[in-house]
């Protein structure tokens, strides 16, 4: 029995323009209310594949900065910014380099060393004789970078950091060139053997590689003992229970 038989009035309402607007929007409704459903169906089945991918990288590289905006920005001690500041004074007036990127590679061969406990001034030194802090300098041999490094010699220490094209970031070619002293200097028990193999300069019998290596290093170990030196407060004068006079004792380099 149709609805209009028993109610006349409602038949001609439903088949009036109010009643196809209605069905229209019902139509409407129950369109995007399927399309709603097919997306949440899709996303739950296949979202991981579409966005899944995206959204982890996003994830790791917001990581990956606070990682490294904390090491970074990890407040030096005063004792700290003396010591990096004159070594990067030094840097950049020896080899015509900004003391803004001095500074940043002389901090970071600190943490290097500190890292690996090998004595930063000896990275330092390295670095110095090796490309006098060009960050992209190349040799005829294939050596790259800060502390040049040959890829194809160390690529397992590369892969760590993103392969061989990872080569000339300062950061890992003085974290890969530090590895390489230190197991030198483990394997040899000799810091100047190990500074001739890094050098592959083992046949040299005047051991001239480690000799300006060392030159620098000395050099280096200069500035910071300076800096100490004025750095360092004066004792204050003790006055002396029987004399007239007092004594002062003054300040020694330290050792």
């Not at 970071?108 to 060393?113: D, F, I, K, S, T």
């Not at 193999?197 to 003992?225: F, H, P």
């Amino acid at each position: 029995m149709r609805i209009g038989s028993l109610n006349p009035a409602l038949g001609a309402v439903a088949a009036g323009p109010f009643g196809r607007w209605c069905r229209k929007l019902v139509s409407v409704l129950a369109l995007v209310a399927s399309v709603a459903a097919l997306a949440l169906i899709i996303d739950s089945q296949y979202g991981h594949f579409l966005f899944g991918d995206s959204q982890r990288g996003a994830t790791l590289a917001d990581t990956s900065t606070d990682a490294g905006d904390k090491s970074h920005t990890a407040a030096l001690t005063p004792a700290e910014e003396n010591r990096y500041r004159a070594l990067s004074e030094f840097v950049a007036n020896r080899y015509r380099v900004s003391q803004t990127v001095a500074f940043d590679l002389v901090e970071l061969a600190h943490r290097v060393g500190q890292e690996l406990q090998l004595d930063p001034l000896l990275i330092i030194a390295v670095i110095s004789i090796e490309s006098r802090f060009n960050p992209i300098a190349e040799s005829v041999k294939g050596a790259k970078g800060l502390m040049q490094i040959i890829p194809k010699y160390h690529a397992e220490k590369l892969q760590v950091f993103g392969g061989a094209d990872s080569v000339f970031d300062p950061e890992t070619n003085i974290q890969v060139g530090a590895q390489i002293l230190k197991e030198y200097i483990r394997l040899t028990g000799n810091v100047g053997i190990a500074l001739q193999m890094y050098a592959g300069a083992l046949s040299d019998q005047d051991d001239q590689y480690t000799n300006k290596v060392m030159n620098e290093k000395n050099r280096l170990q200069q500035v910071v003992s300076q800096t100490l030196r004025q750095k360092r407060p004066p004792v204050p004068a003790t006055p002396m229970r029987t004399a007239a006079f007092v004594t002062t004792a003054h300040a020694h380099p330290l050792d």
